[in-house]
């Protein structure tokens, strides 16, 4: 599975949009990109996945280049229960493994 | 909300000692797999379960033994264990391995201490 790079860390202010990028320069065709997040001392939870396409859920949208080679996750309006790990993982379509990285802290402030 | 279950959720246990670790999930997933999580650190895959048969062994150490009884439950066994060892341990299911945009789905751990 390809590699992806992340900031360390970002701060966004309470009711702002959080924009949290993710470099995949090695993704391959067939491999999705996925994001989930950890709040602290929880399991990670599912946010969104994308092949191609934007997508857009209930909690976030997924912003993919057109060449695929990065992405950014969208939290529109962020609340200080957004602050956690998150995490972006490109996976192969018959991929039966998830590899995180050392992901993105955000830290939502008021 | 989570349909993966753990228990228990703190588990203390000393090096000698013999314990289990549970998870359940009622989605109908036929794949389940196991999580090590240091502190400060990502989650590091252990084991992962198909068709309650095991397909993937990360090298994790024999005093680790898991355990798919069924299609619903994962345990993970425990024996000799080192205080190393001491670390949130995450248990997850998919549907299908192989199957297009797969999502796996977290419990919420158990928190392992070895002392």
């Known amino acids: 599975d390809a590699k992806t790079t992340q900031p360390t860390s970002m701060d966004c202010a309470e009711g702002r949009a959080a924009n949290l990028p993710c470099n995949h320069s090695t993704i391959s065709g067939n491999e999705y990109v996925y994001w989930y997040r950890q709040i602290h001392s929880q399991g990670p939870q599912y946010i969104i996945h994308?092949?191609?396409n934007n997508e857009t859920n209930e909690m976030a949208s997924l912003i993919i280049t057109e060449d695929r080679k990065s992405s950014t996750l969208i939290l529109p309006h962020a609340t200080l229960r957004d602050t956690a790990v998150y995490y972006c993982i490109v996976r192969a379509e018959y991929g039966n493994k998830l590899v995180f990285g050392a992901g993105t802290i955000l830290r939502v402030k008021s | 909300d989570t349909e993966v279950t753990q228990t228990p959720k703190h588990l203390v246990m000393g090096m000698t000692n013999k314990k289990s670790l549970k998870c359940e999930q009622h989605m109908g997933h036929r794949a389940m797999y196991w999580y090590k999580q240091k502190a400060k650190k990502p989650p590091e895959l252990m084991f992962v379960?198909?068709?309650?048969?095991?397909?993937i062994n990360e090298s994790v150490p024999s005093r680790f033994s898991p355990e798919c009884p069924n299609s619903s439950l994962l345990n993970l066994h425990l024996h000799a264990l080192q205080p190393e060892d001491s670390a949130l341990y995450l248990c997850a299911s998919s549907q299908l391995l192989g199957l297009s945009g797969n999502t796996i789905y977290f419990g919420e751990g158990s928190w392992l201490t070895v002392v």
């Open positions: 379960y198909s068709y309650e048969k095991l397909s």
């Open positions: 994308g092949l191609k």
